[in-house]
């Protein structure tokens, strides 16, 4: 059986569970070596195993994807190598293309949406939402709901209104959120009786390394005010990296705030007019995960990943070799 966690398999073996009923299991396929150059670059190929029967399985690895009559030709070459079921996978197809697909006979499966297998004498069909397309990164609220789950808060069976409280921020944002997660293929939205849960695939360091492209730096906009010894704000920036790392303090502290924060103020220092502080705006309220009054190391890491400073280079590499997976 194939170790993979793969998030697209993942979902791929959960819609069949959801589906059929039982599970099914993925291996490689010891012939792929054997196929053309042109299909390889193209597709990725398993063994799918359903019941007692084996099925070649080959998923697109392309965004916008060939169309059906591509599609056709690339299956009618498959059968040269293997002479048993073969089915097409891809997590998003039109409408349009669907229905040639089925026209066409080709077997497919589009997880969570759609399967056609005329070969075992299936056509399961469900009702297909608009198609939403992915955004580049994930909102704030999804973000918060990541990096939740990798400092081990517990979501498993938790409803939208029972994480909102847990992180401040309203029911429909994480709602929104369940359906991005979803969309991006980290997650999965069930149904607990009348509530919608959500089921993360990976964990730890898998879950970081997977989301690690759509997560964002929290920081919206930066200024400098004059220095305030007391006020009780987020260390954040690099005064927050230093205490991560081996990196030096810098000489001007940085602090971070919510966007959206009504309630705290910013006093200047009458006595120390010549010394200033950087306030960070965050998009999410840095408090969250923040311990002992210091912004938490993946929002950090996530705020200079794009730098191209060694020194922070460095020392982004040394705090998260230090994260507790």
């Not at 070459?77 to 039109?94: A, D, R």
Request: charged content about 25%; hydrophobic content about 40%; overall charge neutral.
């Amino acid at each position: 059986m194939l170790n993979n966690k793969d998030p697209d398999i993942l979902l791929l073996l959960s819609y069949i569970e959801k589906t059929f009923g039982f599970k099914g299991s993925i291996r490689h396929w010891e012939d792929e070596r054997k196929i053309p150059l042109l299909l390889k670059e193209q597709y990725s190929f398993y063994l799918l195993r359903l019941l007692d029967s084996d099925n070649l399985i080959f998923i697109e690895n392309r965004e916008n994807g060939n169309t059906p009559a591509v599609i056709s030709k690339h299956c009618k070459m498959l059968t040269n190598y293997w002479s048993k079921g073969i089915i097409y996978v891809k997590n998003t197809v039109s409408s349009t293309d669907r229905t040639r697909l089925i026209q066409a006979k080709i077997p497919f499966i589009i997880p969570d949406k759609q399967l056609y297998l005329p070969f075992m004498g299936m056509d399961f069909k469900e009702i297909f939402p608009p198609e939403k397309r992915k955004t580049g990164k994930l909102s704030p609220s999804a973000q918060l709901l990541v990096l939740g789950k990798l400092y081990k808060r517990d979501w498993t069976g938790k409803s939208p209104f029972e994480i909102s409280h847990n992180l401040h921020i309203s029911n429909m944002s994480v709602g929104r959120a369940f359906s991005e997660l979803e969309l991006h293929h980290i997650a999965s939205v069930h149904t607990l009786g009348k509530e919608k849960v959500l089921e993360f695939h990976l964990s730890g360091f898998d879950l970081w390394n997977t989301a690690l492209p759509i997560l964002r730096s929290p920081v919206t906009s930066t200024k400098t005010f004059p220095f305030q010894e007391s006020n009780n704000l987020v260390l954040a920036g690099e005064s927050a990296l230093s205490k991560y790392s081996m990196l030096n303090e810098p000489h001007m502290t940085t602090f971070a705030i919510f966007n959206r924060s009504k309630d705290i103020l910013i006093h200047p220092n009458i006595d120390n007019p010549n010394e200033d502080m950087i306030i960070q705006k965050w998009a999410y309220d840095p408090r969250t995960f923040s311990k002992n009054g210091v912004a938490d190391p993946l929002s950090i890491y996530l705020e200079f990943k794009e730098s191209e400073d060694e020194r922070l280079e460095q020392a982004l590499e040394g705090l998260i070799k230090d994260i507790r997976w």
